[in-house]
């Protein structure tokens, strides 16, 4: 598998991390916060599935756009998400107020897009992947997704606070070996952290035994304003095994 988190920003080389969207080899991409903002439009139109952790701003933020973008009649692409999110989506989003329903539009036999709810701890296959969902410890309902592949398995956090199901479930793959953990906060930060259902630096090493001792741990989610101080903390834990994912960098896994 090869991952890649999407630039929040169009031009330049900015480092911050403004939205959360990331490409999975071709045809697949994890949430839609900048998605819509790939400059190469006939690479966001090769995104055939989209798995979406939850429906914060950060992560939806250019879904309509996206959509848009790579609008063919008879060619829409998949949302796949917990059944809260859906919900949430459909009274939010696509609610023909913030944005048109586009479920049906053009029309309900050839709409623009289709949602797909896929229950917690639920495994489906897309392509040469297979996808579980697993609900984690975030402030609105949220999924982190077990993603493999016949070589390796990733773990995908979403956004959230300390957590254990989806270990759990990850533990069961021999070939787990990269982990995307989100970090949001710098450390005194701790108590909005704990509301919010993020991690900082600090709760972050708490997650790490939970994980396979030798293997790569990606940070991301890093709040802009806080970045510099995050960082720090993060270097100050001396995990060798744990980077900062850059926006724009490929990873292999
Ligand atoms: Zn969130
Ligand atoms: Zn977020």
Redesign the pocket.
């Known amino acids: 598998m090869r991952l890649q988190l999407i630039p929040s920003a169009v031009g330049g080389s900015s480092q911050l991390q403004f939205l959360s969207s990331y490409l999975l080899n071709d045809e697949l991409a994890i949430d839609g916060g900048s998605l819509g903002l790939l400059p190469d439009l006939a690479r966001q139109r090769m995104i055939r599935h989209l798995l979406l952790t939850?429906a914060?701003a950060?992560?939806i933020a250019t879904l309509g756009v996206w959509l848009d973008n790579v609008f063919a009649e008879g060619n829409a692409p998949t949302i796949y998400c917990l059944p809260a999110v859906a919900d949430a989506l459909r009274t939010h989003y696509f609610n023909d107020v913030v944005w048109p329903d586009l479920q049906k539009l053009p029309s309900m036999e050839r709409p623009a897009v289709r949602i797909r709810t896929i229950d917690s701890g639920e495994t489906i296959t897309l392509g040469d992947l297979s996808v579980t969902a697993v609900a984690v410890n975030?402030?609105?309902p949220?999924a982190g997704f077990v993603i493999c592949d016949a070589r390796a398995t990733l773990v995908f956090s979403g956004?959230t606070g300390p957590t254990e199901q989806l270990w759990k479930v990850a533990a069961a793959h021999d070939n787990w070996h990269t982990t995307v953990l989100e970090v949001a906060f710098p450390n005194h930060l701790q108590s909005c952290a704990n509301v919010a259902g993020h991690l900082t630096p600090a709760t972050f090493a708490a997650e790490l035994p939970k994980l396979p001792p030798k293997g790569q741990v990606y940070a991301v989610h890093l709040k802009s304003a806080y970045r510099e101080e995050i960082a720090a903390e993060l270097t100050a834990l001396a995990a060798p095994h744990c980077k900062l994912l850059l926006p724009g960098e490929w990873i292999e896994i």
């Open positions: 939850h914060h950060d992560h975030h402030a609105v949220a956004d």
